[in-house]
């Protein structure tokens, strides 16, 4: 069996970072059944373009592979019914919506605790449940910049910067994640269960980590570094070859510097300024132009050989393409493959979290109320049924 083979987790999400949390259950083998709302279209972000047709696209099929659908109106009676019955054998309810809806819908554990005691319900939302944020929609980007993240990336000279990716909604997804397995747990081991109310804002403030640290205890700014150094540790940061190739050396440990002493062969780089972590963070304006200087005599690639053969960290700044054929070329199981009907054969980046030897089996992310027959025959509703809920609008 798969590890999460016994789990079944009813999730009311959409677009990224709820999505993105439990593909990551869903490729370890839990029953993740999407809830769709069909006066809307479904998940969203089926409808994100580039290269999207009918209802998919290859930002929704990125997010929801391994998964079954269903697609309910929980504001009528009868999808309502059908809804609660699906509660009843789950183990997690799990939404990503604006704060106040999780209460609107009524799937928190004081409207869910009658039909299934054990459930647990796990809201991620832009603010959380509660105060006045709850009322507010919000997105990555809106994060990375309320957060402060946006204020220490990219370079002084020019404006603040945001991640190249949704780090936010990819970060609050496994966060949440982590609180479904944690909270199932719990539910089982004390036969109740309860809510979860995680906020993406808080997600985002939380990996402010040791600058958080640093800045709460003592006379610390943080700031936009140029060409992305370290706060603290030189060298660590993006270099130049002499062709404009740009590469990282991160000297994390004191063995690190001496190592690429060693491999520049430059007498300079042996000056007590910098023979240790303090004292080359305080003679950084002289030794970054010296290393600038060595750098600039040959390849960014020949650095990269010299200070990898040496044991130093480094490694070139890659483009994305360069990166998808690398793995191409050396068959990474990271690439994976699934069929689609429109789109073909489509090649996709798997999660990286793999229990035991056996990679996760792929299947394509499901249409939109693809599997509902398959879902309502295991909740025991019988043809007849299913035609009484059709033609009342349960499922739109």
């Known amino acids: 069996m798969k590890p999460l083979a016994d789990i079944r987790i009813v999730a009311v999400e959409q677009y990224g970072a709820g999505p993105y949390g439990s593909l990551y259950l869903a490729d370890l083998g839990a029953d993740v059944i999407k809830v769709e709302d069909p006066s809307s279209g479904g998940d969203i972000s089926r409808y994100v373009?580039?290269?999207?047709?009918?209802?998919?696209?290859?930002?929704?099929?990125?997010?929801?592979?391994?998964?079954?659908?269903?697609?309910?109106?929980?504001?009528?009676?009868?999808?309502?019914?059908?809804?609660?019955?699906?509660?009843?054998?789950?183990?997690?309810?799990?939404?990503?919506?604006?704060?106040?809806?999780?209460?609107?819908?009524?799937?928190?554990?004081?409207d869910l605790s009658d039909i299934n005691p054990q459930v647990v319900c796990v809201s991620l939302s832009g603010y959380g449940a509660t105060g006045p944020g709850s009322h507010t929609p919000g997105y990555d980007y809106i994060f990375q910049a309320t957060s402060g993240w946006m204020s220490i990336t990219?370079?002084?000279a020019g404006p603040p910067s945001k991640s190249g990716l949704s780090l936010v909604d990819f970060s609050g997804?496994?966060?949440?994640?982590?609180?479904?397995?944690?909270?199932?747990?719990?539910?089982?081991?004390d036969g109740h269960g309860g809510d979860c109310d995680l906020s993406l804002n808080d997600v985002a403030t939380s990996l402010l980590t040791y600058e958080a640290t640093w800045a709460l205890n003592r006379d610390w700014i943080p700031q936009r570094r140029e060409r992305s150094a370290h706060p603290s540790l030189v060298p660590f940061q993006a270099f130049s070859g002499g062709d404009g190739q740009w590469f990282i050396v991160a000297c994390a440990k004191e063995k690190f510097w001496s190592s690429t002493v060693a491999a520049l062969d430059d007498a300079r780089l042996l000056?007590?300024?910098?023979?240790?972590?303090?004292?080359?963070?305080?003679?950084?304006?002289?030794?970054?132009p010296i290393l600038d200087e060595i750098f600039a005599t040959a390849p960014g690639a020949h650095w990269v050989g010299v200070l990898g053969d040496a044991g130093v960290p480094v490694g070139e700044v890659?483009?994305?393409?360069?990166?998808?054929?690398?793995?191409?070329?050396?068959?990474?199981?990271?690439?994976?493959?699934?069929?689609?009907?429109?789109?073909?054969?489509?090649?996709?980046?798997?999660?990286?979290?793999?229990?035991?030897?056996?990679?996760?089996?792929?299947?394509?992310?499901?249409?939109?109320?693809?599997?509902?027959?398959?879902i309502l025959a295991e909740l025991g509703y019988q043809e007849a049924d299913i035609q009484e809920l059709t033609a009342a609008g349960a499922f739109g």
Not at 70 to 87: A, K, T, Y
Not at 351 to 363: A, F, I, N, S
């Open 49 to 110: 373009p580039p290269f999207q047709q009918g209802t998919d696209s290859l930002f929704y099929e990125t997010f929801n592979r391994n998964k079954r659908s269903i697609s309910l109106d929980l504001h009528s009676p009868e999808g309502r019914s059908v809804f609660e019955r699906l509660v009843g054998t789950a183990d997690a309810v799990y939404s990503n919506l604006r704060g106040d809806v999780p209460a609107q819908l009524r799937i928190r554990y004081e």
């Open 154 to 156: 990219g370079d002084p």
């Open 173 to 189: 997804g496994v966060v949440a994640a982590f609180t479904v397995l944690a909270a199932i747990h719990a539910a089982r081991r």
């Open 271 to 288: 000056s007590e300024d910098f023979k240790n972590f303090e004292k080359r963070r305080q003679s950084k304006s002289e030794l970054i």
């Open 318 to 374: 890659r483009s994305v393409k360069e990166v998808l054929q690398d793995l191409e070329q050396t068959g990474s199981d990271l690439l994976i493959e699934v069929e689609h009907e429109e789109f073909g054969t489509i090649k996709e980046i798997r999660t990286p979290v793999q229990v035991g030897d056996e990679l996760p089996e792929t299947r394509r992310a499901p249409r939109l109320h693809e599997h509902g027959a398959e």
